[in-house]
């Protein structure tokens, strides 16, 4: 399962975080976010549907939805019941690889240190982390925390909140 797949990843949360690196115009950003909604309540989209919720003309949404595909960061995949619009490739672009927002490896480096599966608050958290912190420094809060016995996220939190005043 890709990391965007998670049930634990907001997806438009990671949209809007990187809405600069994704250079979105706001027509697209629009569309993307409504698809987004839409797929993660398994409704399902038309073209007219996003019109009305968009509010965009017919050909307006046309060019987004051209541009959208273009960039690859959607496709549309008609069958004999529906229509899906996809938005996969939003998240699989080289912005999002270099990004890293969830980091597999090191959610199973801390259930290897916690003994036990995180939660998704716990799977979230380390996500944030990820985004503010370089991986290094995570790791190096987790087995300070290990050292010490302190096996909990609280723990692992203030040494990263100590750590970044430290400027290490």
Same mark, same amino acid.
């Given at each position: 399962?890709?990391?965007?797949?998670?049930?634990?990843?907001?997806?438009?949360?990671?949209?809007?975080?990187?809405?600069?690196?994704?250079?979105?115009?706001?027509?697209?950003?629009?569309?993307?976010?409504?698809?987004?909604?839409?797929?993660?309540? /398994?409704? +399902?989209?038309?073209? *007219?549907?996003?019109?009305? @919720?968009?509010?965009?003309? %017919? =050909?307006?949404?046309?060019?987004?939805?051209?541009?959208?595909?273009?960039?690859?960061?959607?496709?549309?995949?008609?069958?004999?019941?529906?229509?899906?619009? /996809?938005? +996969?490739?939003?998240? *699989?672009?080289?912005?999002? @690889?270099?990004?890293?927002? %969830? =980091?597999?490896?090191?959610?199973?480096?801390?259930?290897?240190?916690?003994?036990?599966?995180?939660?998704?608050?716990?799977?979230?958290?380390?996500?944030?982390?990820?985004?503010?912190?370089?991986?290094?420094?995570?790791?190096?809060?987790?087995?300070?925390?290990?050292?010490?016995?302190?096996?909990?996220?609280?723990?692992?939190?203030?040494?990263?909140?100590?750590?970044?005043?430290?400027?290490?």
């Amino acid at each position: 399962m890709k990391w965007y797949e998670q049930k634990y990843v907001n997806r438009r949360d990671w949209i809007l975080d990187n809405l600069e690196n994704l250079k979105l115009s706001p027509q697209e950003l629009m569309v993307v976010i409504t698809i987004d909604f839409y797929n993660e309540n /398994r409704t +399902d989209i038309s073209m *007219d549907i996003l019109q009305k @919720k968009t509010g965009l003309d %017919m =050909d307006e949404l046309n060019r987004v939805v051209s541009v959208l595909c273009a960039r690859h960061y959607l496709d549309i995949m008609a069958s004999s019941r529906n229509v899906q619009f /996809r938005l +996969d490739g939003l998240f *699989d672009t080289d912005t999002a @690889k270099d990004i890293r927002v %969830m =980091d597999s490896p090191l959610i199973e480096l801390f259930e290897e240190e916690f003994g036990r599966p995180m939660t998704p608050n716990e799977m979230q958290k380390i996500s944030e982390w990820n985004r503010i912190y370089p991986r290094k420094t995570i790791i190096h809060a987790l087995r300070e925390a290990s050292a010490y016995q302190k096996r909990s996220m609280s723990y692992v939190e203030s040494v990263l909140r100590n750590t970044g005043r430290k400027g290490q």
